[in-house]
């Protein structure tokens, strides 16, 4: 079974500061991570992916992550957050064995980012 | 193309009809997934398609849920019944046949009264 968590309800940042959410996994193969953005009665925004390769993944919006696997984490992070950064943010992690409900992403619960001006 | 397509993008129902809901993938996409996502939680995964066949149910997936994607191409979510418990966001996202590459619809809400 894979899982994800992210510990924080909420995380608030002042603009021009560099903001961290965390995310931390559990599967049973090698993880597929996926970072996805949600503002009100809207769907999912997709921001960055780590399959394989680099563990540093830049994505939309000058958002990063870093794939740990050691600490199996994959923390969203950036430099400089913006007032209109302020949204819903979900992690997300499938296994990269098929089959079995291993193609469907599990979700985290989200964290509410909030970026102060 | 413009991406994943979900109507209709609000219903209220009362309990004990029916309800269907419809999404059109990416054109190219072979693989149509539904969530559900409840207020305060994050999407959970229903079903998913690879073509037509519909490869995958979650355990979310009472009997009173159908779903369908007869040509390969659109997909529907059937709900019969319906209760207040059904109230939620249902979400439709498409990918290639490497599954790694989702596209997320807006999304139908449902209101069950």
């Known amino acids: 079974a894979q899982s994800v968590a992210q510990p924080e309800d909420q995380v608030n940042v002042a603009e021009g500061n560099p903001l961290t959410v965390k995310c931390t996994y559990s599967?049973?193969?090698?993880?597929?991570l996926f970072w996805y953005v949600q503002y009100p009665n809207r769907g999912l925004q997709f921001l960055l992916k780590y399959i394989t390769g680099d563990n540093l993944v830049k994505g939309s919006y000058g958002f990063e992550a870093e794939f740990n696997k050691s600490q199996t984490s994959f923390h969203l992070k950036k430099p400089s957050a913006l007032v209109s950064d302020s949204a819903l943010y979900f992690c997300?992690?499938?296994?990269?064995?098929?089959?079995?409900?291993?193609?469907?992403?599990?979700f985290g619960k989200g964290t509410h980012l909030i970026i102060q001006p | 193309d413009t991406g994943v397509s979900q109507d209709p993008r609000h219903k209220i129902t009362k309990r004990g009809q029916n309800v269907t809901f419809r999404c059109d993938p990416i054109s190219e996409h072979n693989r149509l997934y539904w969530y559900r996502q409840t207020l305060g939680q994050g999407p959970e995964f229903l079903t998913y398609f690879q073509n037509e066949a519909q490869l995958e149910k979650s355990r979310l997936l009472s009997d009173r849920f159908s779903a369908e994607r007869p040509k390969g191409s659109f997909s529907t979510l059937e709900i019969q019944r319906t209760e207040q418990g059904d109230s939620a966001m249902y979400l439709c996202?498409?990918?290639?046949?490497?599954?790694?590459?989702?596209?997320f619809g807006s999304g139908t809400r449902l209101t069950v009264v």
């Open positions: 599967v049973s193969g090698n993880p597929y």
């Open positions: 997300a992690v499938r296994d990269n064995l098929s089959g079995g409900g291993a193609d469907g992403l599990t």
């Open positions: 996202a498409s990918s290639s046949w490497t599954g790694v590459g989702y596209t």
